[in-house]
């Protein structure tokens, strides 16, 4: 009885071991296969994009506007958001965000701005990758290859120009120019809370909550971008938003 126990243990143990196997191999297999197998573009290819146009050239874009033309506050408004931790994350692929779950026991984490970028540069350079399960899985490896590749400033100025914040409007400039008739330097602090939640939910064009806007606004005043006295001017200031006739429906939402 006792042999047969320990003859049943050690099959267990080389079953067990042969899994482990198994599944390394599946695992650098999958690593491999998404990191050049299925033609994501490269780090070099991404380090080549114009700095003085859009990365996404189809759709209903105007000016592309750099990063320091464009309002600090508007770029703290952003990322307090988006994504507090912004410049303070470090550039990771999915398995060390994986990782460092595992380690830190909570749930893994990305920044929004950055897989925003993401999708839009996919999108834009490898429209072959974006079908399927190619798209789930190749989207986060290339992510932290965009995180490698580009700076934060140089992300951050791409979400500003390519994000898609609603009534046909792709760039915070366009934005503002389509809710308000402003440049974003003319935008006043409940304005560009709105332009800020609808780079996350572009249907609030068409059905307006105060609620997420007034969220936006409490993430700006907790990163201190704005004071409690503007805080409270902002949720209490109503929104006249521009009428416009026409809706792109095919425009997805951003995250």
């Not at 990063?67 to 507090?84: G, T």
Request: proline share 6%; hydrophobic share 40%; charged share 20%.
């Amino acid at each position: 009885m006792r042999n047969a126990l320990i003859i049943f243990g050690k099959s267990v143990l080389a079953l067990l071991s042969l899994a482990g196997v198994a599944l390394l191999w599946f695992t650098g297999w999958l690593i491999w296969h998404y990191e050049y197998g299925i033609g994501l573009p490269t780090e070099s290819t991404l380090s080549a994009l114009s700095q003085t146009d859009h990365v996404c050239t189809t759709g209903s874009r105007g000016a592309f506007v750099p990063l320091a033309d464009i309002p600090p506050l508007v770029r703290e408004a952003v990322v307090a958001f988006e994504d507090p931790d912004f410049y303070k994350r470090p550039a990771a692929g999915p398995l060390a965000l994986f990782a460092l779950a595992v380690v830190s026991g909570r749930r893994p984490t990305a920044s929004n701005i950055s897989s925003s970028v993401t999708r839009n540069c996919l999108t834009a350079l490898s429209p072959e990758c974006c079908k399927g399960i190619y798209w789930h899985i190749g989207n986060l490896v290339f992510m932290g290859r965009v995180e490698r590749a580009l700076s934060r400033d140089r992300i951050l100025e791409i979400y500003l120009n390519d994000t898609y914040f609603g009534r046909n409007a792709d760039g915070v400039a366009m934005a503002a120019e389509t809710y308000f008739s402003k440049p974003p330097s003319e935008l006043d602090v409940h304005e560009i809370a709105f332009v800020v939640a609808c780079g996350r939910r572009p249907c609030l064009s068409k059905h307006f909550n105060a609620s997420f806007r007034d969220h936006a606004i409490d993430r700006m005043l907790k990163a201190g971008v704005i004071s409690e006295t503007q805080a409270v001017a902002a949720k209490d200031h109503p929104l006249p938003l521009n009428k416009k006739p026409t809706e792109d429906q095919n425009k997805p939402v951003n995250q």
